[in-house]
């Protein structure tokens, strides 16, 4: 910063939020929906951070199919141009270890505020955001994710936020509105959560979290 005429911030320690709109996701979308409905029609799911819904098995790999597997290899694509192995001399010393599952929120449906421990990345792809082409704000069903500082943030000042030229003003949380087709990729340690639901139509979405196992585990 030599030579600059005036004070400037860095922005230091942020934290990567990846998003991705898939290319060609209404085909893709279409047979992810049709399996994950058969599912739920024969499966009674699981009860893990939803509040209402239906949140299917952890092992969506196994029965999901061909379409499972390209919307894996599609994140797994986009993680890697966004994760380095500092230590690597070359060759790669990890490889990714995928863990998936289908959520299908009707009215009313949420998640709790949660996280990932022991995986790395954690991603949340929208099947069908259930808005059928609406855009009020009223229909909720946010992804929100939390500042990993707060509550320390707002303790002592709660109306002082940090400024940067250009930008709106910090804040503790940020929200992501669903869109058929949207990958949100985010470090599985920042505190999550899914604000109710309240479109008519179900909305489904696809969780998948991505540990890091070393070769010499994953090929033993």
């Known amino acids: 910063m030599t030579g600059t005429s005036g004070p400037q911030a860095a922005s230091l320690f942020d934290t990567p939020v990846i998003v991705d709109q898939v290319p060609d996701a209404d085909a893709l979308n279409a047979s992810l929906k049709q399996l994950i409905l058969n599912r739920k029609a024969s499966d009674p799911g699981i009860d893990i951070s939803n509040v209402g819904g239906w ?6 790999l196994q029965w ?26 070359g060759e ?58 707060f509550p320390m943030i707002r303790m002592n000042t709660p109306d002082l936020r940090f400024r940067r030229p250009g930008q709106k003003p910090d804040d503790h949380e940020k929200w992501f509105r669903p869109i058929s087709g949207l990958l949100v990729v985010f470090p599985s340690w920042l ?30």
């Open 64 to 89: 999901g199919g061909e379409p499972a597997r390209r919307l894996l290899e599609r994140l797994i694509t986009v993680v890697d141009q966004f994760t380095v192995d500092i230590r690597s001399t």
């Open 92 to 149: 790669p010393r990890y490889k990714w270890f995928p863990e998936m599952w289908a959520n299908v929120s009707p009215h009313g449906a949420s998640n709790q505020s949660h996280s990932h421990p022991g995986a790395f990345w954690s991603a949340v792809y929208y099947v069908d955001d259930g808005f059928g082409g609406s855009r009020e704000d009223s229909l909720g069903g946010e992804l929100v994710l939390v500042d990993p500082r």
């Open 191 to 220: 505190s999550h959560s899914v604000r109710p639901y309240h479109g008519d139509a179900d909305r489904i979405s696809i969780a998948i979290n991505l540990s890091a196992v070393p070769l010499s585990v994953a090929q033993s």
């Open 55 to 60: 949140h299917s098995d952890l092992h969506m």
